[in-house]
C-alpha cells in the first residue's frame, strides 16, 4: 500500500459504479478516476447544472469515458425511491451494481429537516445513505464481489449516538450532530459487514475517510464560522489527494470486508491511504444492531435480499 495512488488503480472495464455527491469535491475525484479506469460511473446529486457539468467534465478529462448525471436528494426518501428504480431504467434493465460509494455530506448546518422531518446531518450523511443501499442491494448482490464504501470522517472518534434524541429535537449542537452521523456512518458500514457475511454472501462493506481536505463540505452562511473553516483548512490536502483513501477501498485488490482506510499522515489529516482503526465506540455491535434497527423503521427500508440468501439471479 505504499505510496498507492490513482495511478495503481486496475482495469475497471465492465465495472458499474454509483458516487453520491460526485458533482465536485472528492466525490468528483472519485467518479472522475473510476470512469479514467474503465468504470461506468454514476454521478449521483441534487443539482442538475452541477451534476451535468461534472459529467461532461469527466467525460472531456478521459477521452470519452462512460459518466452520467442522475438526479438524487439523499434527504427525501421519495427522491431516494426514484433514483433506484431509475438507474435500473436508464440502463434499459438490470445489469447489477459493482460500486456504491456513499460519499455526499453535508456538515455543520444550523438545525433544519429533510423532506421527511429527520434532523437534515443524521437524516443526509446516514438515513439517506442507508435508504439507498438497502434498495440497491438486490444489484449489489447480482455482482460478485461487489462493493459498498460508506465515507465518514476522522471527526467519527468525537461522536456519540444519542438514541433517545436522535433528531436534536430536546437538544442540538451542529458539530455534536455532525460527529453523531459520522460515527452512525461506521456503525452502519461495520453492521453491514456482519450482515453481508451471516447470509452468506460476498458483498464488501469498506470504510474510508478523506482527511482534511479542501471541499465545499463545510459551507455556511454564518460569516466567523466560514472565516475558521477556512483557516482550519489551510493545511489541507486538495480535493484529488482526500479521494485516495475511498478510490483504494473502492478499486484495490484485497480489500476486505470492514475494513478502514485514511491518509497515512500526521493525525490521518492527509498522506497517502492506509488501514485505520475506527473508534472504540464504532465497535458496539449493541449499538450498532440498535442503529440498524433505527434506521429500519425511520427509512422503512429492509435489506430483505438478504434474508433471500443473497443469491443471485
Excluded: C
Excluded at 478529462?61 to 426514484?82: F, H, K, P, V, Y
Excluded at 459520522?182 to 452502519?188: E, G, I, M, R, T
Excluded at 488501514?275 to 450498532?288: E, G, I, N, Q, Y
Amino acid at each position: 500500500m505504499a505510496r498507492w495512488t490513482a495511478a495503481d488503480i486496475p482495469d475497471l472495464t465492465g465495472r458499474n459504479a454509483v458516487v453520491t455527491g460526485a458533482s465536485e469535491g472528492v466525490g468528483f475525484h472519485t467518479a472522475l478516476e473510476l470512469a479514467r479506469h474503465g468504470a461506468r460511473v454514476v454521478l449521483a446529486s441534487r443539482d442538475r447544472g452541477r451534476g451535468e457539468a461534472a459529467a461532461a467534465r469527466i467525460r472531456a478529462e478521459t477521452g470519452g469515458g462512460a459518466a452520467e448525471w442522475l438526479a438524487l436528494d439523499l434527504g427525501d426518501l421519495a427522491s431516494i425511491d426514484r433514483f433506484a428504480a431509475g438507474l435500473t431504467a436508464a440502463r434499459g434493465g438490470p445489469e447489477g451494481l459493482d460500486l456504491l460509494v456513499n460519499n455526499a455530506g453535508v456538515m455543520a448546518l444550523p438545525r433544519q429537516t429533510t423532506a421527511d422531518g429527520f434532523e437534515r446531518q443524521f437524516g443526509v450523511n446516514h438515513l439517506g445513505h442507508f435508504a439507498l443501499t438497502g434498495l440497491l442491494l438486490p444489484e449489489l448482490l447480482a455482482r460478485p464481489g461487489a462493493r459498498v464504501v460508506t465515507v465518514t470522517s476522522g471527526l467519527h472518534r468525537s461522536g456519540r449516538m444519542d438514541f433517545d434524541d436522535l433528531m436534536g429535537e430536546r437538544r442540538y449542537g451542529k458539530f455534536s450532530a455532525y460527529t453523531q452521523s459520522k460515527l452512525a456512518n461506521v456503525l452502519f458500514a461495520l453492521e453491514l459487514h456482519r450482515r453481508a457475511t451471516a447470509a452468506g454472501t460476498d458483498l464488501v462493506s469498506a470504510i474510508a475517510h478523506p482527511g482534511v481536505a479542501r471541499t465545499n463540505l463545510a459551507r455556511t452562511g454564518d460569516p466567523l464560522r466560514g472565516l475558521l473553516v477556512t483557516l482550519a483548512k489551510l493545511p489541507a490536502q486538495p480535493a484529488a489527494a482526500g479521494a485516495l483513501p475511498q478510490l483504494y477501498a473502492a478499486a484495490a485488490p484485497g480489500v476486505g470486508g470492514g475494513d478502514f482506510f485514511g491518509p497515512d499522515g500526521f493525525a490521518e489529516r492527509r498522506g497517502h491511504p492506509t488501514k485505520v482503526r475506527p473508534a472504540v465506540r464504532a465497535l458496539d455491535r449493541d449499538a450498532a444492531r440498535r442503529l440498524w434497527e433505527a434506521s429500519e423503521e425511520l427509512t422503512g427500508v429492509r435489506f430483505s435480499a438478504f434474508d433471500r440468501g443473497g443469491v443471485r439471479p
